[in-house]
């Protein structure tokens, strides 16, 4: 298995409640981006020779749908080159409404992408303007069938909820009619207020107001219900899938699995040892600078230990709905999860389930994943 994650970090404005890696720029910023991300691929080529054919590319960001088709497919070349695709690879694009057109859809098709996540996030036009959104209600939709028109067929949608003042009866209206939509895949955000953001400003001085921890409980229920009686599948905490439509790319994550990071502010993981995560840091100036100078851009993040690789196979597996198979852990680490941490699956038993040969958390455990997997830490 391979993977690439490429980011791109430029969007048309900046949204007053994301900390992500993006700042606006211009067309002549993004071209130039472009080629240091090849320049940076050939340090990735020499660093992985044998690498297999790429199962999963993902363009991440930021918005990658200011990429030209044109632009998208010369990277789809360089990474063909460089590690080869396999036949059925799974190619994501993260796209942002408002940035879309006929043209420019079929050009990515054509270019090999087979998967769009659109970053719709609210269908309440009042709401997308709380949250600083550069588009409409109306172009959020028109998104969604232009992409079916370009013969999109596996198209996940974004979600946010607990927004400022939205109620149940809000997000409810709001999700039927992203249900629609027809979607593959639904991913869904909680708004959290992130230190440094604007919306994390107002929120300090009283302009804004967090949803409270029932609130947000009950939107979260509201969504899991909803959306597997319409037959998607709660396949990860923020994640669902209709049956076969889970995003391929993101379990590479989840299940600690090799992933190449190409990009300013891009993370990687390689198997070696007990595993390595690596990052190349999130500074276009000092990306430029390393490439100019011909050094490879990457840092190393973690190197991990026995120890270390346990817990994080242990707390990424239970963030999904597949959990954590007992066995391949025994044969891994000699010993099995509850034998590894006595104490913490005594203390946890009301969250944990054992299906199978698995654990997993339930609906409550996963509502309060964060506090649950700090045991583990
Ligand atoms: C970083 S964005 C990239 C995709 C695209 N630019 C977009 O905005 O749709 C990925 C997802 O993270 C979500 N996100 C970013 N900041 C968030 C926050 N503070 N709380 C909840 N979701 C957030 C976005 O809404 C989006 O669905
Ligand atoms: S468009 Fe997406 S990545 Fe860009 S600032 Fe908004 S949420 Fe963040």
């Not at 600690?256 to 891009?266: D, H, Y």
Request: with cysteine; hydrophobic share 40%; glycine share 8%.
């Amino acid at each position: 298995m391979s993977s690439v994650y490429l980011h791109i970090p430029f969007c048309r404005t900046k949204c007053p409640y994301c900390d992500f890696y993006s700042q606006p720029g211009s067309a002549a910023q993004l071209a130039e981006y472009l080629q240091l991300v090849e320049q940076q691929l050939e340090f990735l080529r020499q660093d992985f020779p044998d690498q297999p054919p790429l199962q999963t590319v993902f363009f991440g960001g930021g918005t990658p749908s200011l990429l030209a088709a044109e632009q998208v497919a010369r990277l789809l070349d360089r990474l063909t080159d460089a590690f080869g695709l396999a036949q059925d690879c799974e190619i994501s694009l993260e796209a942002n409404p408002g940035t879309l057109d006929a043209h420019k859809l079929s050009g990515y098709r054509q270019a090999g992408i087979n998967r769009l996540s659109i970053g719709v996030q609210s269908l309440s036009e009042q709401r997308l303007q709380i949250l600083g959104r550069s588009h409409s209600r109306e172009e959020a939709l028109a998104a969604v069938a232009l992409a079916r028109a370009a013969g999109f067929v596996n198209l996940g949608l974004d979600l946010m909820f607990a927004l400022p003042d939205q109620s149940k009866d809000d997000l409810q209206a709001e999700l039927d009619e992203l249900l629609g939509l027809e979607p593959e895949h639904i991913s869904v955000y909680g708004l959290s207020y992130e230190a440094g953001t604007e919306f994390a400003r107002r929120q300090a001085t009283g302009e804004l107001r967090e949803a409270d921890e029932r609130l947000y409980a009950e939107h979260y229920r509201l969504l899991h219900l909803h959306l597997t009686q319409a037959g998607f599948e709660h396949y990860e905490i923020s994640n669902f899938a209709r049956p076969g439509r889970r995003c391929r790319h993101n379990q590479v994550y989840w299940q600690r699995r090799a992933c190449l990071a190409l990009g300013c502010g891009a993370h990687g993981f390689a198997e070696q040892g007990w595993g390595e995560r690596y990052l190349v840091p999130a500074d276009l100036t000092a990306y430029r600078a390393r490439l100019a100078a011909h050094q490879d851009p990457r840092e190393p993040l973690e190197r991990f230990d026995r120890q270390g690789a346990m817990s994080e196979t242990l707390y990424l597996a239970l963030r999904t709905a597949d959990g954590l198979a007992r066995e391949p852990f025994r044969q891994r680490f000699g010993l099995y999860p509850e034998e590894a941490y006595p104490r913490q699956f005594e203390q946890l038993q009301g969250y944990l389930q054992r299906v199978a040969d698995s654990w997993r958390f339930d609906l409550a455990g996963w509502l309060i994943y964060d506090h649950l997997i700090s045991e583990f830490l």
